[in-house]
């Protein structure tokens, strides 16, 4: 798999609160993407991390990443692949 544009890199968030308060970040193990004009289809295994692993505010904000890791079968096709995932942080 060759990606276009350059590098891929990890989708940005910024969570915001008050120091010293907890939370919890939900998002599924995996997402189908599918290639636009076409039924094939790819997956991807999904990573959140944030600037502060233990799930307390450090502050008033801290920066959170979700990454994901390319599923291809081998000769897919080259093409656009495309689709959503939801990401929730709970403040509990």
């Known amino acids: ?7 891929g890199s990890p989708a940005q968030f910024i969570l915001r ?3 010293g308060q ?3 970040i939900g998002l599924p193990t995996s997402s189908t993407l599918t290639r636009s004009g076409s039924g094939q289809v790819a997956t991807v ?6 600037s502060n692993a233990d799930g307390v505010m450090s502050g008033a904000q801290e920066d959170m990443w979700v990454g994901a890791t390319l599923n291809v079968a081998g000769g897919a096709p ?15």
């Open 45 to 50: 295994t999904l990573t959140a991390f944030t």
């Open 1 to 7: 798999v060759t990606p276009t544009g350059g590098a």
């Open 22 to 24: 907890t939370y919890t």
């Open 78 to 92: 080259a093409g656009f692949y495309s689709g959503t995932f939801q990401v929730t942080v709970r403040n509990p």
């Open 17 to 19: 609160g008050l120091a």
